[in-house]
């Protein structure tokens, strides 16, 4: 499906591919180790225009389409997951929550920067008891005045230590469900914001993640997004182009496992020749290449729908489950076909498949994506886009 791809596709896929090989994969496992998120290297990008690709030339975006921001966040993955999973967050989750529901003033405040690289960017939606059910959220934000003073605690917060710019949901009106939640706009330095322990994960170990925690943090009026109560509409919006990007991002990890197990078959030797040989890991390279191409096709399908402005949340659903489970397959048959090299840190593969778990919990459990695919086909039918 190669020949689906527009010459610029090709040129942002290309270049975005030989600085990754250059400036990021080198020392993704290095980063790792020391848990460092290289923030030099989001500058780099947003200095070379990879985080503000799919946004309007006005906030110093490059105007393209869906389809190729998928291709820098899946080129990212390729090369280093975490680097690639705290650029997502930043323009598809924060970032994009501004672009799509601020005011023009707010985005012209906040989105050339974060664009540039210059401002990080952190969703603040997850919370200790609050997970896919965003509605059960305890932070709370209450008008006085002018202002808005919010309470509570947000958790896995990807970029939540190191952000500078935080989008925030809150309930504003209790007694109104999920009509009473507002998001807002929170800068760094805000008094009565903080952070709580450090989180030690599975995976992702460059990729910050943090607990963000509001003390009677001040904002005003004017930094809310949008209508009061609009807060969880414009989530269930971001969370569905999100889910395009996770595919993405997903499928990176899976390449990045396809690739390095194909290379060691052809170079590891046993009974006196290649294990690529060998009918068993064939099959395994060959499954893992048709999962692989199917997943970009559903990607493929689920940002063309987006980009012509038709209904693709179902399609998102479809990309995201089976981009995300093909990445942990993917990822688990490299580490076997490595065999005991594979489950050592020297080969990397081990950390592949640590990194592709979150695939499938995060922006939506598995489990949750298969009950967004279910009711869609029992509300709608199964009319195939």
Not at 94 to 121: D, N, T, V
Request: with cysteine.
């Amino acid at each position: 499906m190669q020949s689906e791809l527009t010459e610029e596709h090709r040129r942002i896929r290309d270049t975005l591919a030989t600085f990754a090989e250059r400036e990021i994969r080198p020392f993704a496992a290095q980063w790792e180790k020391d848990e460092a998120f290289p923030r030099a290297v989001m500058e780099k990008l947003g200095a070379l225009g990879f985080l503000g690709v799919s946004f309007p030339e006005r906030f110093g975006g490059a105007g393209a389409d869906t389809l190729s921001q998928v291709l820098v966040v899946e080129g990212l993955a390729r090369c280093d997951a975490s680097v690639a999973l705290s650029c997502a967050a930043h323009v598809s989750l924060s970032a994009g929550h501004i672009g799509a529901f601020a005011s023009e003033q707010q985005q012209q405040r906040y989105l050339p920067a974060m664009l540039a690289g210059k401002k990080l960017g952190a969703w603040c939606l997850t919370e200790p008891g609050s997970g896919s059910d965003a509605s059960a959220m305890r932070t709370r934000a209450t008008l006085s005045g002018g202002d808005y003073l919010i309470n509570g605690s947000k958790m896995f917060i990807t970029n939540g230590n190191i952000a500078d710019v935080y989008v925030v949901t809150a309930v504003e009106n209790p007694e109104q469900g999920k009509g009473g939640i507002s998001a807002f706009i929170v800068e760094r330095g805000t008094k009565g914001l903080s952070n709580g322990r450090k989180i030690e994960k599975l995976g992702l170990r460059a990729s910050d993640t943090g607990e963000v925690i509001f003390d009677n943090v001040t904002v005003p009026a004017a930094n809310r997004i949008g209508p009061s109560g609009e807060g969880y509409r414009q989530t269930l919006k971001v969370l569905e182009a999100g889910r395009v990007g996770v595919a993405g991002f997903s499928l990176g990890i899976a390449r990045a496992g396809f690739e390095t197990a194909v290379a060691y078959a052809r170079e590891r030797k046993q009974f006196g020749r290649p294990i690529a040989e060998f009918q068993a890991i064939q099959w395994m390279i060959a499954d893992m290449a048709t999962r692989i191409d199917a997943a970009w096709l559903l990607i493929l399908r689920a940002a063309r729908l987006k980009d012509a402005g038709k209904p693709y949340g179902r399609e998102a659903a479809i990309a995201k489950l089976f981009a995300s489970e093909t990445a942990m397959w993917a990822t688990e048959r490299a580490v076997q076909i490595h065999g005991g090299y594979g489950y050592i840190s020297e080969f990397h593969v081990e950390r592949y498949m640590r990194d592709a778990k979150l695939c499938e919990i995060g922006e939506g459990t598995s489990e949750m994506q298969r009950m967004i695919i279910a009711k869609s086909l029992l509300r709608d039918g199964y009319l195939p886009a």
